[in-house]
């Protein structure tokens, strides 16, 4: 596991977004897995204004987002798949049947668990899965006490999880209950693996994941195992790491 620290949450997306430049040029056909919440928005802001220089193209590459809320349907207000539309997908070349999204609507969740296992097989794994991590640990909606073995599953939120992403509703009174999720073991696969985290309410929970015991009560430990993994902290993420 490689750790940088950046000075604040500008500079971490800067270095974030051309890590994943550098693996979309060298793999034009990559296949990423992406995230959403608030740590990603300003990658995806450096992303399309690399795409608007000319600087990267996503015509090839394919994406598996981890989660989206079970009874939510693709174009509500508070998808995610909404979400990524308006902070990626409409401002770049990336093919619509490309991107995949769990559709946390669908009549039958088991079924969509399976689908996007078989998919993402199909693809041949992802290459790059950049994400966040919740203050919790949680990765994607793995919550604490997942196994590390899970595959694509639907998820109980934590209370803290529904508290925490409550201020990025648009529309929802409340944060739903249940989530659908890329597993810990599915992520896990992954063959490159970005974490970022940014803000002085992250690193508590960062300290804890990257220097504290490998357990499943603590998701995003099991990336302290992975063969390739790179962590984009800024200063005030970083600053419970003994070791910065
Ligand atoms: C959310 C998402 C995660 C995200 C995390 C942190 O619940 N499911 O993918 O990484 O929590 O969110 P934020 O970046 O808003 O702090």
Same mark, same amino acid.
């Given at each position: 596991m490689q750790t940088i620290i950046t000075k604040n949450q500008a500079e971490m997306s800067a270095k974030a977004a051309e890590l994943i430049i550098e693996q979309v040029k060298a793999k034009p056909d990559s296949v990423l897995a992406l995230p959403t919440g608030k740590t990603p928005q300003l990658v995806y802001a450096k992303l399309v204004e690399a795409f608007q220089q000319g600087r990267v193209s996503f015509a090839g590459v394919k994406t598996f987002n981890l989660d989206e809320y079970v009874g939510m349907c693709r174009t509500c207000a508070d998808s995610f798949y909404v979400y990524m539309k308006q902070h990626l997908y409409d401002h770049v070349d990336i093919r619509p049947e490309n991107i995949f999204l769990l559709d946390g609507a669908a009549s039958n969740l *088991? *079924? =969509?668990c399976a689908?996007? =296992?078989? *998919? %993402?097989?199909e693809v041949g794994g992802v290459d790059l899965a950049i994400l966040g991590i919740g203050r919790d640990g949680h990765i994607g909606f793995c919550e604490p006490g997942m196994s590390f073995d899970s595959r694509t599953i639907v998820v109980n939120l934590d209370e803290s999880t529904r508290q925490a992403n409550a201020d990025d509703l648009v529309e929802l009174k409340e944060v739903p209950a !249940? &989530? %659908?999720?890329? #597993?810990? &073991?599915? %992520?896990f696969k992954s063959r490159q693996i970005i974490l970022l985290a940014s803000g002085e309410h992250k690193a508590a929970i +960062? &300290?804890?994941a990257l220097e #504290? =015991? +490998?357990? =499943?009560?603590v998701p995003a430990s099991i990336l302290q195992t992975?063969? !390739?993994t790179t962590v984009i902290l800024d200063e005030a993420a970083a600053s419970q790491l003994k070791a910065s």
């Open positions: *088991d *079924d =969509e689908n996007y =296992e078989r *998919d %993402i097989k !249940q &989530a %659908i999720t890329m #597993g810990l &073991a599915t %992520i +960062v &300290a804890k #504290g =015991e +490998v357990s =499943e009560q992975h063969p !390739q």
